[in-house]
């Protein structure tokens, strides 16, 4: 299915709007001849541990990627741009809220690390929430997708968006459990107390996509497996304007089977697998359904089978290389991965695929990341980390960083070295109320096994 957008401007497309048709009924994608493995579950286990080295190249990754949320936020209102050229002088004006999420969070990160002084990491946050609260253009509490980075209003006559809004909270209520200071903790109470998400529910439990002042509610639902999950369990989570339990129950959950591996997955890019799971802890958590981290380890993992067989047409895709997701393209924006496959593949390489996957497959998405900058040198590399996309078989090199892209590898390279996001984010009562209402237990799992298990497997 073609999906680009040749003549529009990348920075308007919406990686959401790409896939609507693409979600579908329960399919099985087992290879002929496979057999069936089953996943052990021993007992619980901290994150993956890795080398002195692996360590050093992820701060080198995650302080470019952390000087892309000082330089694209603006001064005055803390909202930070959706993307950036960093070939050329970029005179983009367009913030996206996700991405101010993502950068919200990054200046947590940034102060640990020792990236950001305390007092400035303080004015920045302080700055973005006060704007965010009392001047940023909102509708029932939630933000509009894409705003004029320098006044907030809403540009491209963008939807109000509930995944947008549910990322841009992530980073709010980081930033309220790290720094806990009394201005930040009242702006985020503030925050997120006026989203109404009841509002998004009051004719269906299959929540919309977003609003638009033009035409009312989006004709889209969330309705099957994908980043949702953040927006039901901040809706669960919610003190002021709670959904109901059984909401997190009407989403469809669509089992997928390939090459002997069963998970939950959508016709839809790596990334549903990664959003929601950069701040909400998953791990050592089922509900009725699933363990959702241990899913993201064997979706990733078939997605790297996936790309590998994809070597036989690309021969670009191999154990060094590989990873496909919603981004640039040579000739426009592009939700593509699989399996099965979605969009018209190419032999374009996404390192944010491999990134949002760091503490999935840590081994198998390291050796990716490693092989892109130090072979791929400033082609793929810049002074925010890698360039959104690029493909070695044309000799071409995307010109731009994206926000959400970056942002996404800057936070899961954390959570794989420490835990950080998870654990500093699930400190707030509306995360762990919001697991607790969706009835979400605890048990013992040994995902480093799981991860040996699959990273050694023969493909």
């Not at 496979?34 to 007992?43: D, E, M, N, Y």
């Not at 980081?174 to 529910?201: K, V």
Request: proline share 4%; net charge neutral; glycine share 8%.
């Amino acid at each position: 299915m073609m999906l680009m957008a040749k003549h529009m401007s990348r920075e308007r497309i919406s990686r959401r709007h790409l896939i609507q048709g693409l979600i579908g009924t329960t399919v099985s994608l087992r290879a002929s001849g496979q057999t069936k493995r089953a996943l052990s579950l021993p007992a619980a286990s901290d994150t993956e541990k890795i080398s002195q080295e692996d360590d050093a190249f992820l701060e080198d990754l995650e302080r470019a990627n952390f000087q892309f949320f000082v330089d694209q936020a603006d001064p005055e209102t803390g909202l930070v741009k959706d993307r950036c050229n960093v070939r050329a002088a970029d005179k983009t004006v367009a913030a996206n809220v996700a991405a101010t999420g993502f950068g919200l969070t990054a200046l947590c990160i940034g102060h640990k690390r020792g990236y950001i002084s305390l007092a400035e990491a303080h004015q920045r946050v302080i700055t973005a929430l006060h704007f965010l609260w009392a001047k940023m253009p909102t509708h029932r509490g939630f933000f509009y997708h894409f705003a004029n980075v320098k006044t907030g209003e809403r540009v491209w006559e963008s939807e109000v968006s509930s995944i947008d809004t549910a990322i841009l909270l992530c980073g709010v209520l980081t930033c309220h459990q790290y720094f806990r200071r009394p201005e930040i903790t009242r702006f985020a109470y503030d925050i997120f107390s006026r989203i109404e998400w009841t509002w998004l529910s009051e004719d269906t439990s299959l929540l919309p996509h977003g609003w638009s002042p033009e035409t009312g509610f989006l004709p889209y639902r969330w309705d099957y497996y994908s980043e949702l999950m953040m927006i039901y369990l901040f809706g669960l989570g919610s003190a002021t304007h709670s959904l109901p339990p059984e909401a997190w129950n009407a989403w469809k959950r669509t089992t997928f089977e390939y090459e002997g591996l069963r998970y939950i997955g959508s016709f839809a890019p790596l990334f549903i697998h990664q959003y929601s799971q950069a701040w909400f802890d998953f791990r050592g958590k089922r509900d009725r359904y699933a363990d959702y981290f241990l899913n993201s380890i064997i979706a990733t993992e078939v997605h790297r089978i996936f790309c590998l067989e994809l070597g036989k047409q690309f021969p670009d895709y191999t154990e060094d290389l590989w990873g496909v997701s919603a981004s640039d393209s040579q000739y426009g924006y592009v939700a593509w991965g699989g399996p099965p496959a979605t969009g018209p593949i190419d032999g374009t390489i996404v390192p944010s695929a491999a990134g949002g996957s760091l503490p999935f497959l840590p081994e198998a998405t390291l050796r990716v990341l490693k092989t892109i900058k130090y072979r791929y040198g400033t082609g793929a590399w810049s002074r925010y980390g890698f360039v959104n996309a690029f493909n070695p078989l044309k000799n071409w090199y995307d010109t731009d960083v994206v926000g959400i892209d970056t942002g996404i590898t800057m936070l899961m390279a954390e959570n794989l070295r420490t835990g950080f996001v998870w654990n500093t984010f699930m400190s707030n009562p509306e995360a762990e109320r919001g697991f607790q209402r969706a009835g979400f237990s605890s048990y013992s799992v040994d995902y480093k096994a799981e991860q040996d298990k699959l990273e050694t497997r023969t493909t």
